[in-house]
């Protein structure tokens, strides 16, 4: 069992930078693939990135590629969103989750589905 807590959400505005974090608790995150999701209102809940437990493979939505960035620290069993040039597009809920082990496959990762384990999520406001 895995325990999820998002943080580092808030307001920016546009082209501005915030790093989100996902602090795991329960057993050690290492042995677990963590990816970010976001929902903006009225929308469904979209992929943005993912990172395997050793933090050697990462896969990125391609509307975010070159913006953000997912990273980890498992010493610390956080796993960071660091989102630069922020658009108004952007403006969302973000969650991140997880699930035991690896599938190399970015249309796997990309799934909702695949993750067992979900955080409460952490708004993120662009304004234009």
């Known amino acids: 069992q895995v325990q999820l807590v998002e943080s580092g959400g808030g307001l920016v505005q546009a082209g501005g930078s915030l790093r989100l974090s996902c602090a795991a608790s329960?057993?050690?995150?290492?042995?677990?693939?963590m990816g970010w999701f976001r929902q903006a209102p009225g929308k469904e809940r979209n992929f943005v990135a993912a990172?395997?437990?050793?933090?050697?493979?990462?896969y990125y939505e391609d509307s975010v590629k070159g913006r953000f960035t997912i990273s980890r620290d498992n010493a610390k069993n956080t796993v960071y969103l660091q989102m630069n040039s922020l658009k108004a597009e952007d403006t969302a809920v973000y969650s991140c989750?997880?699930?035991?082990?690896?599938?190399?496959?970015?249309?796997?990762?990309?799934?909702?589905?695949?993750?067992?384990?979900w955080g409460q999520g952490t708004q993120v406001t662009v304004s234009s």
């Open positions: 989750a997880a699930y035991l082990g690896y599938t190399n496959s970015y249309a796997y990762n990309q799934q909702v589905r695949a993750y067992r384990y």
């Open positions: 990172i395997t437990a050793s933090g050697g493979i990462t």
């Open positions: 329960g057993r050690p995150s290492s042995s677990y693939t």
